[in-house]
Nanobody, 123 residues
């Protein structure tokens, strides 16, 4: 079992910045893709940004040039730097991680989600 704990959400004015963090813990043998999703009220959860273990990234068109995803493989942590925030960025942001856990010599795939952190952009 892999647990993801997010932090860094909050209230910010339009044009401001926030940095989200997500730390994974558990019997992690290998951490593969890590990503951030978001879900606004009344809307479906959508991918914001993703990063592979090798550092390749992809972003939703709506955040390109404003958000940056990064990771610290030694700490099993993924970050999302959000700049030039807009009211339409308001949502609950969820961390997602995929990889393998090891237990009693058995490798098991995991696909875990964090509990979510609220980001509100408003004046």
């Amino acid at each position: 079992q892999v647990q993801l704990v997010e932090s860094g959400g909050g209230l910010v004015q339009p044009g401001g910045s926030l940095r989200l963090s997500c730390a994974a813990s558990g019997n992690i043998f290998r951490m593969d893709n890590m990503a951030w999703f978001r879900q606004a009220p009344g809307k479906q959860r959508e991918l914001v940004a993703a990063i592979t273990s090798g550092g390749s990234t992809n972003y939703a068109d709506s955040v390109k040039g404003r958000f940056t995803i990064s990771r610290d493989n030694a700490k099993n942590t993924v970050y999302l730097q959000m700049n030039s925030l807009k009211p339409e960025d308001t949502a609950v942001y969820f961390c997602n991680a995929q990889g393998l856990t090891q237990g009693m010599g058995v490798l098991t795939p995991f696909n875990s989600w964090g509990q979510g952190t609220q980001v509100t952009v408003s004046s």
